[in-house]
């Protein structure tokens, strides 16, 4: 009897290592290659509809960490699974999009330097991202570029460079970015950073438009009143288009600043864009552009003050004369009269 447990106790003791590695995963998973498992997390990267459909598969086990934190995966992350919004915005949402960027995922490159830029004040490591992404023909990047060129933002008033604003506003153009082809449109009209052309620069605000048309027309069940629109684009450039959903990058400097008292903080007085899908603030006093009209509001490029005139502007304008009328009235104690809004 002694003998037979004294084996029975051998026979268990030999069985431990067999039930010890089924517990660390001796199953189908922990047979698959790592170079298969990288090409389905590439896969799912890809096709990521919020940042947690990635970190959910990342916090799992200790091997989808490892390979899921590899460039190849990093670099295929979609634009969805890069949007961290402002309100969670900590530091291990910056090493995120820094591990996104280094492994050349231009996105991130973007979105983490337009961050950089406008929203934590890192100029130089700002622009360095975002000419990264441009490098690599990245549309917003270079169209972004090109406003900071336009502006001189970041330095003074005259460090700004109109030809060059205008070369990155004519690749952007090229590529089809559509807020790039209308300041180009603008620029051209006008003579500015270029030499002024009336006719081609009517061309490209017409393709701007029929850009927009183009667009509405695909996502509305009804065409006859966007048909309309489209038959007096000839005569009508400030035509009312549904409003597109800003960028990403875009959307968190909105939520970021709004979260602030819509103020740059470390610049209190400085202005935001009017128009309420930019979100770029200004780096320096009177740096965006003012409304010819009312004075009030101001717009970081020809394109934003199109589409906020579109949107809400062009209900709110009211023109310094209206101003000073108003103000005379409200003296005299009379009610205003004439005027428009």
Same mark, same amino acid.
């Given at each position: 009897?002694?003998?037979?447990?004294?084996?029975?106790?051998?026979?268990?003791?030999?069985?431990r290592p067999q039930v010890a590695a089924?517990?660390?995963?001796?199953?189908?998973?922990?047979?698959?290659?790592?170079?298969?498992?990288?090409?389905?997390?590439?896969?799912?990267?890809?096709?990521?509809? =919020?940042? @947690?459909? !990635?970190?959910?598969?990342?916090? *799992?086990?200790?091997?989808?960490?490892?390979?899921? +934190? #590899?460039? $190849?995966?990093?670099?295929?992350?979609?634009?969805?699974?890069?949007?961290?919004?402002?309100?969670?915005?900590?530091?291990?949402?910056?090493?995120?999009?820094?591990?996104?960027?280094?492994?050349?995922?231009?996105?991130?490159?973007?979105?983490?330097?337009?961050?950089?830029?406008?929203?934590?004040?890192? =100029?130089? @490591?700002? !622009?360095?991202?975002?000419?990264? *992404?441009?490098?690599?023909?990245?549309?917003?990047? +270079? #169209?972004? $570029?090109?406003?900071?060129?336009?502006?001189?933002?970041?330095?003074?008033?005259?460090?700004?460079?109109?030809?060059?604003?205008?070369?990155?506003?004519?690749?952007?153009?090229?590529?089809?970015?559509?807020?790039?082809?209308?300041?180009?449109?603008?620029?051209?009209?006008?003579?500015?950073?270029?030499?002024?052309?009336?006719?081609?620069?009517?061309?490209?605000?017409?393709?701007?438009?029929?850009?927009?048309?183009?667009?509405?027309?695909?996502?509305?069940?009804?065409?006859?009143?966007?048909?309309?629109?489209?038959?007096?684009?000839?005569?009508?450039?400030?035509?009312?288009?549904?409003?597109?959903?800003?960028?990403?990058?875009?959307?968190?400097?909105?939520?970021?600043?709004?979260?602030?008292?819509?103020?740059?903080?470390?610049?209190?007085?400085?202005?935001?864009?009017?128009?309420?899908?930019?979100?770029?603030?200004?780096?320096?006093?009177?740096?965006?552009?003012?409304?010819?009209?009312?004075?009030?509001?101001?717009?970081?490029?020809?394109?934003?003050?199109?589409?906020?005139?579109?949107?809400?502007?062009?209900?709110e304008c009211l023109p310094i004369e209206?101003?000073?009328?108003?103000?005379?009235?409200?003296?005299?104690?009379?009610?205003?009269?004439?005027?428009?809004?």
């Amino acid at each position: 009897m002694k003998r037979r447990l004294a084996e029975e106790e051998g026979d268990l003791g030999r069985k431990r290592p067999q039930v010890a590695a089924a517990e660390e995963g001796s199953g189908f998973f922990s047979s698959l290659s790592d170079d298969l498992v990288v090409a389905i997390l590439c896969r799912l990267s890809a096709s990521a509809a =919020r940042p @947690s459909d !990635l970190l959910g598969v990342l916090i *799992a086990c200790k091997r989808l960490n490892r390979l899921g +934190l #590899y460039p $190849l995966v990093l670099s295929n992350a979609s634009v969805e699974s890069l949007a961290i919004r402002a309100v969670k915005w900590s530091a291990s949402a910056h090493r995120y999009l820094k591990r996104c960027a280094d492994a050349g995922n231009l996105e991130a490159c973007y979105i983490l330097g337009m961050i950089r830029f406008y929203c934590l004040g890192h =100029r130089r @490591s700002g !622009l360095s991202l975002m000419a990264r *992404a441009a490098i690599c023909n990245h549309m917003e990047a +270079l #169209y972004s $570029l090109a406003v900071i060129h336009f502006n001189g933002s970041g330095r003074s008033n005259r460090h700004k460079d109109l030809s060059a604003g205008v070369a990155l506003c004519a690749r952007a153009a090229y590529l089809g970015h559509e807020d790039a082809i209308r300041d180009l449109g603008h620029c051209l009209q006008d003579g500015y950073g270029v030499p002024p052309n009336a006719a081609k620069g009517c061309r490209f605000l017409l393709l701007a438009n029929a850009r927009e048309l183009a667009v509405v027309l695909s996502t509305s069940s009804s065409s006859l009143p966007h048909c309309r629109r489209l038959c007096s684009l000839s005569r009508d450039f400030w035509c009312s288009t549904l409003a597109r959903a800003p960028h990403l990058a875009n959307q968190f400097m909105v939520e970021w600043f709004a979260a602030r008292g819509g103020v740059v903080v470390e610049n209190e007085g400085f202005s935001l864009c009017s128009y309420g899908g930019c979100g770029r603030p200004e780096t320096r006093r009177l740096e965006f552009r003012r409304c010819s009209a009312c004075g009030v509001a101001s717009y970081c490029s020809r394109a934003c003050q199109v589409l906020h005139w579109k949107l809400a502007h062009k209900a709110e304008c009211l023109p310094i004369e209206r101003w000073l009328d108003l103000a005379a009235a409200a003296t005299d104690g009379a009610p205003a009269h004439g005027g428009y809004l």
